[in-house]
């Protein structure tokens, strides 16, 4: 048996600091009304944030939202997967994200396995929003319902996560398969989204879903945002990794990613000029 990644535990410790007011004195704040308003009316994008650097510029960029995803286990930490992120990685880089006081929502996903219960998921949150979090992310939809109303019962903002699970990759054989291609993945994805609707979810990532169903679940969303990776362009907003957008990680790039920059070849040719200065000096 594959021994589980430190993340997995039932109990959650975190730090006592509390970053949570840091964001709430930036001017011009987008807040979850702000977001919530553009539902039908407004098509925006979200970017993920892992440091400083990266909030500054996107929040200069005027990227309304942000979120520092459990992405940065593969495009910063060098795992294979998002299995091996735990709370302390993605506290680490929310505090730096936060430092930025960026004007942009700012969210944090839940790492695998601090959430298997609805006290765990309730205390991870926290810990999320004790460190600046203004909304937290999980995977799944009915099989997490009493996790995901113990998060919305204490107050605490909720985006989920249908389609394509990457917590869920070991389970999907390690492919990344679309979702909602069958009638049962279908009918299951409308369940979803009307369950985390229903519970109080303010936005809702679609991975990897088949277009018209990703256009479907938008429709029919009254109140539930739909933020899509991979899924068409019906959704209400477009989320992507930052690192895929800019090149920053050209080892790996998915099908549905288009690189408007070469950060990473930008890296190498800096790095060779400069060897090459330092060697003629």
Request: aromatic content about 6%; hydrophobic content about 40%; some cysteine.
């Amino acid at each position: 048996m594959t021994p589980l990644p430190p993340s997995v535990t039932e109990t959650v410790f975190c730090s006592s600091t509390d970053l949570s007011s840091q964001n709430q004195r930036v001017d011009n704040k987008v807040t979850i009304d702000t977001v919530l308003s553009w539902k039908g009316r407004r098509r925006f994008g979200a970017l993920t944030a892992y440091d400083y650097p990266s909030a500054r510029l996107l929040d200069e960029a005027g990227v309304p939202v942000l979120l520092v995803g459990d992405s940065l286990g593969m495009v910063v930490l060098g795992h294979p997967d998002t299995t091996h992120v735990t709370l302390d990685d993605i506290l680490h880089h929310l505090r730096a994200v936060v430092r930025a006081r960026p004007r942009a929502l700012v969210g944090a996903d839940m790492p695998y396995g601090t959430y298997k219960t609805p006290s765990a998921a309730l205390a991870t949150a926290q810990c999320l929003v004790n460190a600046g979090a203004e909304y937290v992310k999980a995977e799944g939809g009915t099989e997490i319902l009493p996790q995901i109303q113990a998060i919305i019962g204490a107050g605490i903002p909720f985006m989920g996560h249908l389609g394509m699970l990457p917590q869920h990759i070991l389970e999907e054989g390690g492919r990344y398969r679309i979702k909602g291609r069958d009638d049962a993945g279908h009918q299951q994805l409308l369940i979803d989204a009307r369950v985390l609707e229903s519970a109080g979810a303010f936005a809702c990532v679609l991975e990897l879903v088949t277009p018209p169903v990703a256009a479907e679940l938008t429709a029919h969303c009254r109140q539930m945002l739909t933020l899509g990776i991979g899924s068409g362009s019906a959704c209400d907003a477009q989320i992507l990794v930052t690192h895929d957008l800019t090149g920053a990680f050209p080892w790996f790039t998915p099908k549905f990613a288009i690189p408007l920059a070469r950060t990473g070849e930008s890296v190498r040719s800096a790095a060779l000029q400069w060897l090459k200065a330092v060697g003629e000096l």
